[in-house]
């Protein structure tokens, strides 16, 4: 499966911004899906996750404000963002894996396809 992440872009603090990742092949209910993150100088971090088409799960830091979703027929995963703030600037990563199980949901060496990455700026 290869994924391709697109929607990132500037924006200003306290504003939406939903990014995309369109998978190649089939994202289905057995597949788990994440989004990370990576701010300059740090390493890449947990974002938010839909474990095999049930529960999800997202970090303490945009819990309330992000949403993670997927769009079976389209193969495609969303981050929806909202309430943006300065830190949640970095680059934005997709990742997938149909074979993880909940308790490395977190993980990211758990995942074995992962997109290019969408840079996200949000200024203040």
């Known amino acids: 499966v290869q994924l391709q992440a697109s929607g990132g872009g500037l924006v200003q603090a306290g504003r939406s911004l939903r990014l995309s990742c369109k998978a190649s092949?089939?994202?289905?209910?057995?597949?788990?899906v994440a989004w990370y993150r990576q701010a300059p100088g740090k390493e890449r971090e947990f974002v938010a996750a839909?474990?095999?088409?049930?529960?999800?799960y997202y970090a303490d830091s945009v819990k309330g404000r992000f949403t993670i979703s997927v769009d079976n027929a389209k193969n495609t995963v969303f981050l929806q963002m909202s309430s943006l703030r300065p830190e949640d600037t970095a680059v934005y990563y997709c990742?997938?894996?149909?074979?993880?199980?909940?308790?490395?949901?977190?993980?990211?060496?758990?995942?074995?396809?992962w997109g290019q990455g969408t840079l996200v700026t949000v200024s203040s």
């Open positions: 092949g089939t994202i289905n209910d057995i597949t788990t």
């Open positions: 990742a997938a894996d149909p074979s993880l199980i909940l308790s490395s949901v977190r993980a990211a060496r758990s995942y074995d396809h």
């Open positions: 839909r474990f095999r088409g049930t529960n999800t």
